[in-house]
């Protein structure tokens, strides 16, 4: 069959999914004719990641050679014009998608989305499968979280309620055989009038997978920045599932709903990791990697010393890895050092004890946290911190408890994001206790939208004051702070510090 794999993520240059590549793997392996359309692509979606960036990460040099032939190539095969070096297209995504359909005429449209594009990619599918008639099956955190929307929506016949690496490829069977896909686990569908809702298959065993297929990316998406240099980077997925339970993240909730189907949180073999990487990277040409693991310091400190033995002599390759700081210690982190790793990136996330504790369910000292960035400082590895503000029984001291917090940890770069109180997610139903809108829907991450959660103890002017200013507090001397208060709402204060920020970066 012919399968388009459509990217509905309108968040920029750079965002590559893990699960669109593995599923182009799994299909290209049925014997599936396959193609993909990118949001990604396009200009217009990216211009709140690029002011993202500006505030908190560094400026990094590009080359343009390299991506300019890599671009070159991978356009001129598939008969498009080449963008600049560094530019995505301009062109009209609606416009560009009816050509796509014209051209390759899919049977199928496979659709993965997060809650945030759902209802964007469905209006934006309507039309189109009224037109060409093709089949759509939507998979992604959305229909796993939220089946009874995501199954609602006219333009949508399937769902993949599961992990869909065997979802995926029985349905495409049955499809492409007249047959009914009704039988097949983890799928809800819609079928010659009749709706059928089947509970979740057993989870994937990570050594039955191939290695994903970055062929129908444009190499654009590849070269990311990473501490004033620019790499071509491959995120990969070492283990899959997390062992921890943070209530903004989905992770708790995927664990109930798959209990009984297998371990949660599975790990590769280490051979069989290798000879993926080893794949990818003949393949593409990757120079950096970006383990994607929800806590790589989770992983057994046995299997790691094999891992970093056997990755030090095949691959060799810089990488980073995302860590919780009290799975952090000393024997693991001498051991990613001699392994090559480059930076830890971990979630102080609230440096209010209580929020963190009660709110976030991370159940951690300060003292612990400060611990992990100290320790890994020791051995040389830069550090990332992540962090949320616009917590439920947040107010403008506790904020100033995170910012204190990134001070004490002192690490090498950081970032702030707004909570963004997904359907689904355990804060979300506090978000509500607080005031939210049960009906209320994450449509952007962009600021300039407006907050989507306001705490009771802080106002909404303040609380995205506060956001932009999180730099500042963190990285000036406290005499500047006075300054750094008036740029909250000044705007003419606020450029003329975040220019000296930038120097500073």
């Given amino acids: 069959m012919k399968v388009a794999f459509f990217n509905p993520s309108r968040s920029g ?8 590549p593995l599923l182009i793997a799994v299909a ?4 599936h004719e396959t193609r993909l359309f990118d949001l990604g692509d396009y200009a217009c979606f990216d211009q709140e990641s690029q002011a993202y960036a500006q505030i908190f990460f560094k400026e990094a040099g590009l080359d343009e050679a390299r991506v300019a032939a890599e671009r070159a190539a991978f356009h001129g095969a598939a008969g498009l014009p080449t963008p600049g070096p560094a530019q995505l297209r301009t062109s009209g995504h609606a416009a560009d998608f009816r050509r796509f359909l014209e051209e390759f005429r899919p049977q199928v449209v496979a659709l993965s989305s997060m809650t945030i594009d759902y209802a964007f990619a469905c209006d934006f599918l309507a039309p189109f499968k009224a037109e060409f008639g093709f089949t759509v099956v939507a998979g992604g955190i959305h229909a796993i979280l939220l089946p009874q929307e995501a199954i609602a929506p006219p333009a949508v016949d399937f769902i993949c309620v599961g992990e869909g690496e065997n979802a995926l490829p029985q349905l495409l069977a049955a499809l492409e055989a007249g047959q009914s896909p009704a039988g097949v686990a983890g799928l809800w569908g819609k ?9 979740p298959a057993p989870l994937t065993h990570l050594a039955s ?9 444009d190499p654009i998406h590849f070269f990311r920045p990473f501490d004033g240099s620019r790499y071509k980077m491959l995120n990969y997925e070492l283990s899959r599932g997390c062992p921890f339970n943070c209530t903004y993240c989905v992770n708790g909730v995927l664990k109930a709903k798959y209990k009984g189907l297998g371990p949660y949180h599975r790990v590769k073999p280490v051979e069989k990791s290798m000879a993926e990487l080893e794949e990818l990277i003949t393949r593409y040409g990757f120079d950096f990697i970006r383990f994607w693991d929800e806590s790589f310091t989770a992983l057994r400190t046995d299997y790691l010393e094999r891992y970093a033995a056997a990755y030090v002599r095949r691959i060799g390759l810089p990488f980073l890895i995302y860590a919780r700081a009290e799975s952090v210690s000393e024997d693991k982190v001498k051991i990613l050092k001699d392994m090559g790793c480059r930076t830890f990136a971990m979630g102080i996330e609230s440096g209010n004890p209580l929020i963190r504790r009660e709110v976030m369910n991370r159940h951690m000292s300060d003292n612990t946290i400060i611990k992990a960035f100290h320790l890994v400082a ?3 590895i830069r550090t990332s911190a992540y962090n949320i503000i616009g917590l439920p029984r947040e107010d403008r001291a506790a904020i100033f408890d995170t910012i204190r917090l990134n001070r004490a940890a002192a690490p090498s770069s950081f970032s702030v994001t707004l909570l963004e109180p997904y359907k689904g997610t355990p804060i979300r139903q506090m978000c509500e206790d ?3 809108d049960p009906a209320y829907e994450v449509t952007t991450t962009s600021i300039n939208a407006g907050v989507h959660f306001t705490p009771r103890g802080l106002g909404e002017a303040e609380l995205k004051g506060l956001f932009r200013a999180f730099p500042l507090y963190v990285k ?3 005499t500047r702070w006075p300054e750094i ?7 003419q204060e606020y450029q003329r510090l975040m220019a000296e920020y930038s120097r500073l970066k």
């Avoid at 290209?28 to 014997?31: D, E, K, T």
């Avoid at 079928?191 to 509970?199: I, K, T």
């Fill in 434 to 436: 607080e005031g939210l």
């Fill in 28 to 31: 290209r392996a049925g014997g």
């Fill in 209 to 217: 997978l191939p290695a994903p297929d970055f062929s129908l990316y």
């Fill in 485 to 491: 208060a008036r740029a909250e709402s000044d705007d």
């Fill in 191 to 199: 079928w010659q009038g009749q709706e059928f809702r089947n509970p």
């Fill in 476 to 478: 000036m001397p406290l």
């Fill in 378 to 380: 020791k051995y040389g």
């Fill in 13 to 20: 240059q750079g965002n590559i999914p893990l699960n669109i």
